[in-house]
């Protein structure tokens, strides 16, 4: 690994072209137990790579109702609770235990705050026939405003579209200029004192580019 180099590198433990099973779970919690996960998709032989040759690009539409799945995710999202969907990649290429797959996660609902302001209608005294429906005064109409009262809170709603992304990169990292933002995404594995560096997985809430 470090012929050439000076410098103690680290460098990737999955290999351009291995090929990744991806499965994705529904749970209610951010670090569910097994029993706690509701596998909905599975995706396999998707290509770990980074040009057209040696990459894979797919996407699936879900059609989420209360009859489709568990009564318990729908109810979290009738209370305005959060809902997880957790992604497990593994890598086929790779035997080592521990270090041939790894996780991300994502959140399903999303909240908006959102304000009730109360309908108020100004009337000139003035306008013929309709003067008398004014207030005769201030105390009329705080009168009127306090039995409509404006509330505020937040609203859940399920995130339109989620994707998960792969970060394919096989740079040999000189370890002792390793950028701090780099370095804080890394994962290692275990079984080789910290020289070889899993996959980054990222989740968002944008649709999936190129």
Do not use: C
């Amino acid at each position: 690994q470090n012929t050439g180099n000076p410098h103690p590198v680290v460098v990737p433990h999955w290999k351009e072209g291995s090929k990744l099973v991806v499965d994705a779970y529904l749970s209610n919690s951010v670090q569910p137990k097994h029993e706690e996960l509701w596998h909905f998709w599975k995706s396999s032989d998707i290509i770990f790579g980074w040009d057209d040759h040696h990459s894979s690009i797919e996407s699936q539409t879900f059609n989420f109702t209360k009859k489709s799945i568990p009564e318990n995710f729908w109810r979290s999202l009738e209370d305005n609770k959060m809902l997880y969907v957790h992604y497990r990649i593994s890598n086929r290429n790779v035997a080592e235990k521990g270090t041939s797959v790894v996780w991300a996660k994502v959140k399903m609902v999303r909240y908006l705050d959102y304000v009730e302001i109360p309908k108020r209608r100004y009337l000139v005294k003035d306008w013929p026939f309709i003067g008398s429906l004014v207030p005769a005064d201030k105390r009329e109409i705080d009168g009127i405003a306090a039995s409509n009262p404006s509330s505020s809170g937040e609203t859940g709603y399920w995130a339109p579209t989620i994707s998960l992304q792969i970060v394919a990169d096989w740079t040999q990292w000189p370890r002792s200029t390793l950028p701090p933002l780099v370095a804080h995404s890394l994962k290692f594995n275990p079984r080789n004192s910290r020289n070889e560096y899993l996959p980054v997985v990222y989740t968002s809430q944008l649709g999936m580019t190129r």
